[in-house]
């Protein structure tokens, strides 16, 4: 898999830390548009992270998985491009051009937050097909936009956070207060308070936008988390990419309970040491998103538009990997019936708090 750290004629540079660094690898392949034999190069689908990179344990990295999953199993190069610190939309725009000119197909943008680069850039390459993750502002005959319902899997975080605290209190952390994010916490209160109508619900935001940092400063929400646990809380929920490890290893320092997102955290090798209070994650299908749509463009019938993920296509969910977990038979008896009513609309979930 070719990784891009930084591509001259744009200018992109790696903002990940040691963790992600550490990560890289793979296999480097030419970027010439053909061989030295005159051959069209191989085909290649692309991804630009979300701020914190590769390496996030969360958001990033499962749409890595999915990135390397065509690889293999569709025989094709994988092309990840890095995002730079602090950048700006014009950054963007260049590295999505730039991953266009050389061929990929698709280009996908990891986050919301590509949603004007990509707006501008895929007019100019309607032979491509650009996916953008968590975004459905932008449209366009080869857009597709592939979303969630991330408030279904967060209400039944709030099912399990509500059963297992002993103090009556819980903790959510955002790491930017964007109505994306909002969606998160709108369904774990949601699902606490249906609980148990009188748990408390402390909800913090680590930046506003258009500062972006909350979703790439682990110590940030490690502090936010602490001062959450000094408020009584006892688990602590984070949807804050790569910011939630430090969320997850403030509560697991004080034998809390940690709630994941995105990706389920039990299992990242990064997060290993604090495992065993991760009580469970609010997982996303991006790895399965990714993966369907670059096998889409090579099978010649690209996905466009809106493609949804729900509880009712477990492309959101509870993560059960934990053993201890799988010993409270009553937490998940009732997320079970939480997500039964949810998918029968029995329980309809809030995505605004």
Known sequence: MRRITRIAT????????????????????????????????????????DIGGRGDQSFNDAAFAGLGKAETELKLKGVEAEPTEGEGEADKVQRLTELARKGSNPVIGVGFAYAPAIKKVAPKFPDTTFGIIDDT??????????VFNEEQGS????????????????????GVEVPLIKKFEAGFAQGVKDTNPNAKVLAQYLSQPPNFEGFAKPDLGKATAQGQLDAGADVIYAAAGLAGSGAIEAAATKGKWAIGVDSDQYNQAGLAKYKDRILTSVTKDVSDSVFNLIKSVKDGKPEI???????????????????????????IAAVEKAKADIIAKKITVKTAP
Not at 306 to 330: F, H, W
């Open 305 to 331: 538009g809106e493609i949804r993920y729900g509880l009712d296509k477990d492309g959101v969910g509870l993560a059960d990997s934990n053993p201890e977990y799988k010993k409270m038979t009553d937490v």
């Open 155 to 174: 209400y039944l975080a709030g099912v399990a956070a509500a059963k297992v605290s002993k103090t009556g209190t819980v903790g959510f952390i955002g």
């Open 137 to 146: 502002s932008v449209t366009g005959p080869n857009i597709a936009n592939l």
């Open 10 to 49: 744009v200018g992109i540079a790696s903002a990940a830390l040691a963790l992600s660094a550490t990560a890289c690898g793979g296999k480097k392949s030419s970027e010439s548009s053909t061989s030295p034999s005159g051959t069209t190069k191989e085909a290649s689908a692309a991804i630009a992270y």
